[in-house]
Each structure stands twice: as structure tokens, then as C-alpha cells.
């Protein structure tokens, strides 16, 4: 089935240490974005690529960093974990055209707890 | 700075009970605005994108409109399984990276048979 797969599903991780998200997609769209969502908050935006090669920050980029090397993979790393940086992690694609996006397709999340 | 503020929080429904939720928007350029369904456990599913005011586009007992400021996502004769947040986005001006969505804290819906 076509869509967009994340790994782990969830993790408990020690503070200090690091991590890496894991997305693919495989629907070949350009566009590829990390979110966080908390209670409350709903979804923010980590960093995001429009296209491979390129990555830009979002709303709340600090502590992490992300890489785009193909089409396909973005994933997303923890340097060094917070327990603020415990929440759930969605991935999400979409296509661009030249004047903007199409919906954004999403993963069924990452959830991760900072201990 | 681009705000997207959904209301209500919550919204305890009867089934068919018709209902609205509305989510407005203060952007510098609306490029797109974007409904989405999501589900306990789920990621986000697409439902809708309007382009302009005036736009309206249904899916079931769903239907969105879109004005200069708001967004109306009107459920009609609801069932139990329209149960779930139902979260606005909205894509800014193309002079803003077009790679961008800002989302509103949702609106939960639970529907009781």
C-alpha cells in the first residue's frame, strides 16, 4: 500500500541520548515535512524539505535536524534528547507545482517519551 | 504572524444532530486552506482544500466553505463513526515557502448514538 511509513512506532528514550526518526515515503512527492503534536498545541512544524537535497526550519527546530539525500527518506534526529521533546512525531508529503502544494500525506506517527 | 484558531475545543453531538465548526485564519496571503480528519492513535487524514472565498467542496455528510477569514466545516445528520479532531491548516502566500502549513489545536467531535 502507498502512503508513508515511520519507525519506531514509539520509543522510551534516556535524556542525553540520541535518536533517529525514520520516514519513507514512497509516492515520489517532492515536498516532505516533520511535525510534533502536543496537547493542546496541535501540530508544529519541525523542519521540512521541498525537494531532496534542500531542508528548511519550521516553527520549532531547535534540538533537531534533519537531511534529505533522496526522494524517498527524511529522517529526523535528536542530538541530544529532552523531556520536552517528548511528544508524537508525524511525518507527512505532498506534491509540489509551481504555485504551491497539494495536501500533505502523513505517517501514523512516532511516539516518543523522554525520561 | 499567520494564527489559525479553531472553535469549538469540543463538540458533544447527538447522531443527526447537524453541527458547524469554524476555523479562522489571519495569513498574509492565503494560498490554500486544508481540512483534515484525524483519528485517536492516527496521523491526519486529507479531507478538503479550498483555494478561494466563496469555494465549497462535500464529502459525504461533510461540507467546507471558505470566506476571506474563516473556514465552516458543517456536519450533517452526523453518525457515531464522524467521531474524531477534525484539524484546519492553511498554506500562506507562495512568497512564503510553499512547503508550509499552519494548523489550528483542532476540534474533537464525539457523536453518541
Known amino acids: 500500500i502507498a502512503g508513508i511509513t515511520q519507525a519506531p512506532t514509539s520509543q522510551i528514550l534516556a535524556a542525553g541520548r540520541r535518536m533517529t526518526l525514520r520516514c519513507t515515503q514512497d509516492?515520489?512527492?517532492?515536498?516532505m515535512y516533520w511535525y510534533r503534536q502536543d496537547l493542546g498545541l496541535g501540530l508544529r512544524l519541525i523542519h521540512y524539505?521541498?525537494?531532496?537535497?534542500?531542508?528548511g526550519k519550521g516553527e520549532v527546530p531547535d534540538g533537531y535536524s534533519v537531511s534529505r539525500a533522496n526522494t524517498d527518506d527524511f529522517p529526523l534526529t535528536l542530538a541530544s534528547a529532552v523531556p520536552s521533546q517528548t511528544s508524537v512525531y508525524f511525518c507527512?508529503?505532498?506534491?509540489?507545482?509551481?504555485?504551491?502544494?497539494?495536501?500533505?500525506?502523513f505517517g501514523q506517527g512516532t511516539r516518543l517519551t523522554v525520561v | 504572524e499567520d494564527q489559525v484558531t479553531q472553535s469549538p475545543e469540543a463538540l458533544r453531538l447527538q447522531e443527526g444532530e447537524s453541527s458547524s465548526l469554524n476555523c479562522s485564519y489571519t495569513?498574509?496571503?492565503?494560498?490554500?486552506l486544508f481540512w483534515y480528519r484525524q483519528d485517536p492513535g492516527k496521523g491526519p487524514e486529507f479531507l478538503f482544500t479550498?483555494?478561494?472565498a466563496g469555494e465549497e467542496k462535500e464529502k459525504e455528510r461533510l461540507k467546507a466553505t471558505l470566506t476571506k477569514k474563516e473556514s465552516f466545516l458543517h456536519i450533517t445528520a452526523p453518525k457515531p463513526e464522524d467521531s474524531a479532531t477534525y484539524l484546519c491548516?492553511?498554506?500562506?502566500?507562495?512568497?512564503?515557502?510553499?512547503?508550509?502549513?499552519?494548523f489550528g489545536a483542532g476540534t474533537q467531535v464525539v457523536v453518541t448514538p
Open positions: 507527512a508529503s505532498s506534491a509540489t507545482w509551481d504555485r504551491g502544494t497539494t495536501e500533505a500525506f
Open positions: 509516492m515520489r512527492h517532492n515536498a
Open positions: 524539505s521541498n525537494t531532496a537535497g534542500t531542508t
Open positions: 495569513v498574509s496571503g492565503l494560498r490554500g
Open positions: 479550498l483555494y478561494s
Open positions: 491548516a492553511v498554506q500562506a502566500s507562495p512568497t512564503d515557502s510553499w512547503g508550509k502549513l499552519q
